[in-house]
């Protein structure tokens, strides 16, 4: 039995609407599955953050106490403090002409 063109167009637009459908209860399954992730993401982001926020506050506050410290020490021992800061200086002075020359080529007296 041949089909008629009426048959096929009918045929045809019933499997287009059911792909149509399908294509729909898959946008909406892909949908609830990634608003499902970015709630999941969302919350191990929130929950690293709070056991994070507590370490970091500790540290910040033992830094700020080391620096207060190290600060008073420089006052109280400004000549020694002075004298260190110079000879780190010194130090980096020379480190750094020394590296310099010997970066360019050997230059004899004679030439």
């Known amino acids: ?5 009426d048959d096929i167009r009918a045929s045809v637009s019933k499997d287009i ?3 149509q459908q399908e294509v729909s209860r898959l946008q909406k399954m892909i949908s609830a599955q990634g ?3 970015y709630y999941e993401v969302r919350d191990r982001a929130g929950k ?3 056991d994070a926020l507590p370490r970091a506050k500790g ?3 033992q830094i700020r106490a080391e620096g ?3 600060a008073g020490a420089a006052r109280e ?6 004298t260190a800061l110079a000879l780190a200086g010194a130090i980096g002075f020379l480190a750094g002409y020394l590296l310099s020359g ?6 004899h007296w004679w030439r």
């Open 1 to 5: 039995m041949a089909a008629t063109t």
């Open 17 to 19: 609407a059911a792909l």
């Open 35 to 37: 608003a499902e992730a």
């Open 48 to 50: 690293a953050y709070g």
């Open 59 to 61: 540290a910040v506050a």
């Open 68 to 70: 207060v410290a190290a």
């Open 77 to 82: 021992h400004a000549a020694v403090t002075t």
């Open 102 to 107: 010997s970066q360019q080529p050997p230059h």
